[in-house]
């Protein structure tokens, strides 16, 4: 069976780091320990000030002016769909009235057309009565 090799590598490596870090501090680990953590944090602070924009600050800063571009584009369109609604309503309106003054006429048109068959027939029948 092939076994990977990378662990080993990797062991090696840090073995290797470590006994570094123990011969540089005197062969005290505890103080080996605290130099590798130094070390680390020299580094990452030196990666974050190489990386353009990684500042927290930066990050923040950037955070707020997107927050109120997109707040004030959904105000926006907020306000044209308020703006929307209301024309909308009001000829929604405007035309529910109109209907309804279009229909009431229909039907007193309808009324008078009816009553006047009626009248007509009523004196058609009583015409012929009166014989």
Do not use: C
């Not at 320990?33 to 990050?59: C, M, V, W, Y």
Request: aromatic fraction near 6%; proline fraction near 2%.
């Amino acid at each position: 069976m092939s076994q990977s090799r990378v662990l080993p590598i990797i062991g090696a490596g840090v073995v290797g780091i470590g006994g570094y870090y123990i011969w540089k501090s005197g062969g005290s680990p505890s103080a080996a320990e605290k130099k590798f953590e130094a070390d680390l944090h020299r580094g990452a602070a030196k990666i974050k000030s190489e990386l353009p924009n990684s500042s927290q600050t930066n990050a923040r800063q950037e955070g707020a002016r997107y927050g109120k571009e997109i707040g004030s584009k959904i105000d926006e369109a907020i306000s044209q769909a308020d703006k929307t609604y209301s024309t909308t309503k009001s000829q929604a309106e405007a035309l529910a009235k109109d209907t309804k003054a279009e229909a009431l006429k229909k039907i007193d048109q309808f009324d008078r057309t009816v009553e006047q068959k009626a009248a007509e027939a009523k004196s058609w029948f009583g015409s012929g009565n009166s014989k």
